[in-house]
């Protein structure tokens, strides 16, 4: 399977010169998003086929490092990621067939889209550190080389500068963390690190690498500077696979290191994962509320689903340390499926903010509003993401987080009180979070698409390309079903969660009623079907009642109009206004949040001015005194570009002379 899984490889790499020579022919969109969703139809399948079929496969191929070679393997955990990529990217290509025609720049978007698939893909069948890197590097280039298609926005080149930065950051992290793990040996296949784990100090060093050069790629805080800046530059479907896509790339590399190679954890290695996806969690969601701009804000709840995420992943390594395997199995379950839903309502909001952008030319949520009745199927698919997001039963979102909550519930049975306290806290944390993403979530739908439109662009808006209002569907189905029907998708996580927690949940399709139940039917137990199936009634009887059962008389009156007469889209709430409450709660001292306003005087017909002021306390105290310093370093050295050669001959004999004094030294 593995060799069928590297035929599809080759074949998206393939398509980046096809994507060069097409790009200004007509069958250039439709050939390389076509040839991307089989692609990614024909590696689902290969995922499919190997989780479901419960055996590995691998390969050795005579590329690479000279005494290694290039080895290539699929197990459940890479079986599972590739149906997650290739889901998301067989979604987003059928998206992009009809959205694709927006794009203003193809050429520069054709020849990348494939081969940044194809990245993805190899970092998930790579079984040697070798080829891992350089896999994992080809992904980073390829989707920079996406960021800044549209480069003539100076704003765009700086995002993808600023990715750059953490992404070569993040790769040289993970560089240590494999070269700690290969050892004095320098056997770099995962089998081998697998079969000599490294010593509790070595792993400990190990962990830390592997959160930093993980986290930067995932967006953990406070690795998350590139994500809001890159993922609003790229194009809107390539924002969809970074978000929804590339970031759980990332979770499987820091599953493959920690809970795979690195060995046996100690108790406390969960603490730094847990206290990190916890303020992630609540970081990312309180900045996506003070956002106005609305890929920004989808990009900022990727970081906030991510330490959802890594806090699920924090409490599997305790239990598993522990040897709680029942429980680790349950916070595994819930982070694996999380990974799941997230890509899935992720890629739908990220597609319908591109059909958005496509109709209008608008992100920002001050000049959208009304597209509920200019976009009606794009606005009913943008609310199931919105529920689903906003872990609104019976969508798939609700159940992972509820699972998550699940295993904090059985966090009193650890031996740790170190954990006992922590746990609890980060439960009230995430609850918080939750109910932070319902309120960013429904000002996003409520000013995109509710009320009258903002701005002409928003008012002449029409509905998107029928092939993208299908992709966003059946999205918006999987959102759903998988909500509905969770039990499946637990059951099959079994193989996976057997590989790196050490066990398994109960199964969960011999359950009455298609109920699942993560401990024990007398403690809790819940049924996506059934709260489906009561909602639809209470709809079709309450519109029952309204329309057949109620008084046909009519009566005319003045509408309620909210004390403000004036029909003006002016005198609707705005994006700022609706977070006020909340950016004066939290923004005053996370964000240092100021609000400035100018009434004019009653006699004036000058317009009375508001300006909210918001600062990135983390950009502010962390990344711009490194930029100054860099940038000062730089204008300082600058003078070693104008010597002579005798002085450079200086400098090169100095430096080896330090480095034969070094290795002198070398014990």
Excluded at 101 to 115: I, K, Q, S, T, W
Excluded at 549 to 573: E, H, V
Aim: with cysteine.
């Amino acid at each position: 399977m593995v060799i069928d899984a590297l035929i599809a490889v080759a074949a998206l790499l393939f398509l980046a010169p096809t994507g060069i020579v097409l790009a200004s022919s007509s069958i250039g969109r439709p050939t390389i998003y076509g040839a991307s969703l089989a692609l990614s139809l024909a590696l689902v399948i290969a995922g499919v086929v190997s989780l479901s079929g419960h055996h590995n496969s691998a390969a050795v191929l005579p590329f690479g490092l000279p005494w290694l070679g290039a080895h290539f393997r699929i197990d459940a955990l890479s079986a599972f990621f590739l149906i997650v990529v290739n889901l998301g990217g067989a979604a987003v290509s059928l998206f992009a067939l009809g959205y694709g025609r927006h794009e203003e720049f193809p050429g520069r978007v054709l020849p990348f889209y494939p081969a940044y698939l194809a990245g993805m893909n190899l970092v998930l069948l790579s079984a040697d550190a070798f080829s891992f890197l350089v896999s994992w590097e080809f992904m980073s280039l390829s989707s920079w080389a996406l960021v800044i298609a549209h480069h003539n926005v100076r704003e765009n080149i700086r995002a993808g500068y600023i990715y750059l930065l953490m992404a070569s950051f993040g790769t040289l992290a993970l560089l240590f963390a494999f070269g700690l793990m290969a050892g004095a040996g320098g056997d770099y296949a995962f089998a081998a690190m697998r079969a000599a784990p490294p010593t509790a100090g070595l792993a400990a060093l190990v962990l830390i690498l592997a959160l930093v050069g993980a986290g930067s790629k995932a967006g953990l805080v406070p690795l998350h500077a590139w994500l809001p800046h890159a993922h609003p530059a790229a194009p809107s479907h390539v924002s969809a696979l970074m978000s929804g896509v590339m970031t759980k790339v990332a979770v499987y590399g820091f599953i493959r290191i920690v809970f795979d190679l690195a060995g046996s954890p100690a108790w406390w290695w969960s603490m730094p994962v847990i206290g990190i996806g916890a303020l992630t969690a609540v970081m990312g969601v309180l900045y996506a509320l003070m956002q106005s701009d609305l890929k920004r804000v989808l990009a900022y709840s990727t970081i906030e689903n991510i330490g959802i995420i890594f806090v699920a992943l924090g409490l599997a390594l305790a239990f598993k340390a522990n040897a709680m395997t029942f429980a680790a199995a349950l916070a595994m379950t819930a982070a694996l499926l999380h990974v799941l839903n997230h890509s899935l309502f992720k890629n739908l909001l990220f597609c319908g903010a591109g059909a958005v952008l496509a109709s209008t030319g608008q992100r920002d949520l001050e000049r959208l509003g009304g597209l509920i009745h200019r976009m009606p199927q794009t606005a009913f698919v943008f609310l199931v993401g919105c529920a689903a997001i906003s872990a609104l039963p019976p969508l798939n979102g609700f159940v992972s987080e509820w699972l998550a909550f699940q295993a904090i519930l059985v966090s009193p049975q650890l031996s740790s009180w170190g954990l006992k306290l922590m746990i609890p806290a980060t439960g009230a944390l995430l609850a918080l979070s939750a109910a932070l993403a319902g309120a960013c979530f429904v000002r996003v739908y409520g000013i995109a698409f509710l009320g009258r439109p903002r701005s002409d662009a928003a008012g002449s808006a029409h509905e998107i390309e029928r092939v993208s209002v299908v992709a966003m569907g059946i999205l918006a189905g999987a959102c759903l079903v998988l909500g509905i029907l969770p039990g499946f998708a637990i059951d099959a996580l079994a193989p996976v969660t057997q590989i790196v927690a050490g066990g398994r949940m109960p199964v969960q399709t011999s359950v009455e009623w298609l109920s699942i139940v993560p401990i024990a039917a007398s403690r809790s137990s819940y049924n996506g079907l059934l709260v489906f199936l009561f909602i639809t009634a209470s709809g079709m009887i309450g519109a029952f009642a309204i329309h057949r059962l109620a008084s046909d008389k009519i009566r005319r009156s003045a509408i309620w109009d909210c004390g403000f007469p004036d029909p003006s889209s002016a005198t609707q709430y705005t994006a700022d206004s609706f977070a006020q409450p909340i950016r004066r709660i939290f923004g005053t001292l996370v964000f240092r949040a100021r609000e400035l306003g100018e009434m004019p005087t009653p006699n004036s017909t000058a317009p009375a001015r508001f300006v909210a002021v918001v600062h990135d306390p983390i950009w502010d105290t962390l990344y711009a005194p490194l930029v100054g310093f860099v940038a000062f370093a730089a204008e300082k050295l600058n003078v070693l570009q104008f010597l002579t050669i005798r002085r450079y001959l200086t400098l090169v004999f100095v430096a080896l002379v330090l480095l034969l004094l070094v290795l002198a030294a070398w014990p």
